[in-house]
Antibody
Framework: EVQLVESGGGLVKPGASLKLSCVAS????????MSWVRQTPGKTMEWIGD????????NYAPSLKNRFTISRDNAKSTLYLQMSNVRSEDTATYYC????????????????WGPGTMVTVSS | DIVLTQSPALAVSLGQRATISCKTN??????????MHWYQQKPGQQPKLLIY???NLASGIPARFSGRGSGTDFTLTIDPVEADDTATYYC????????FGGGTKLELK
């Protein structure tokens, strides 16, 4: 059974940094592209970015690429999201998602989602 | 950016058909595929994939769900609607990066 479990969320002050993690199980993590998606309290869904199965390439939403960094450790089956200089508008639930990938080719839809971790940015 | 527009809410009766629309401001077709996907999200849960590439049913999803469309106009149909289908439905394009619609909340009359 595919499982994705995020952690690292919480209350953080504006301007601070935060690193989220997502532990994957039930599939060969190193065969899949992975993504982060967030959902605001108003329920707006926003794609943050993707990372290639071997960690050699990343895509980001243009509005976030200067502050967010996605990385992975395939030996630990873990995906990361480093957030810097956080703002109140970064308050959201952050989801780790698996990109449907076949023969290492990503089809850019999300076939499994973790339960999410909540990040609240407030002073 | 490709913008996806969904109606905010829809109310249908049990056993009837629900049709949820998603319109884009740019064509999301590419080399024979429509890069449009649909998700269901129930309160307090993560989204779940329903339909991929406009019309393909994801694994484990009942055949009551179907998707169609191409270019800039897409629909998700649930027929017949069951009580368990009350949820918010999101469309997502992947023709150019990835963006989501605002979601359509399906309620029962």
């Amino acid at each position: 059974e595919v499982q994705l479990v995020e952690s690292g969320g919480g209350l953080v002050k504006p301007g601070a940094s935060l690193k989220l993690s997502c532990v994957a199980s039930g599939f060969t993590f190193s065969d899949y592209w992975m993504s982060w998606v967030r959902q605001t309290p108003g329920k707006t869904m926003e794609w943050i970015g993707d990372i290639k199965y071997d960690g050699s390439y990343t895509n980001y939403a243009p509005s976030l690429k200067n502050r967010f960094t996605i990385s992975r450790d395939n030996a630990k089956s873990t995906l990361y999201l480093q957030m810097s200089n956080v703002r109140s508008e970064d308050t959201a639930t952050y989801y780790c998602t698996r990109v449907y990938t076949t023969d290492y080719y990503p089809y850019w839809y999300f076939d499994f989602w973790g339960p999410g971790t909540m990040v609240t940015v407030s002073s | 950016d490709i913008v996806l527009t969904q109606s905010p809410a829809l109310a249908v009766s049990l056993g009837q058909r629900a049709t949820i629309s998603c319109k884009t401001n740019q064509n999301v077709d590419y080399y024979g595929n429509s890069y449009m996907h649909w998700y269901q999200q129930k309160p307090g849960q993560q989204p779940k994939l329903l339909i991929y590439l406009a019309s393909n049913l994801a694994s484990g999803i009942p055949a009551r769900f179907s998707g169609r469309g191409s270019g800039t106009d897409f629909t998700l149909t649930i027929d017949p609607v069951e009580a368990d289908d009350t949820a918010t439905y999101y469309c997502q394009q992947s023709r150019n990066l990835r963006t989501f619609g605002g979601g359509t909340k399906l309620e029962l009359k």
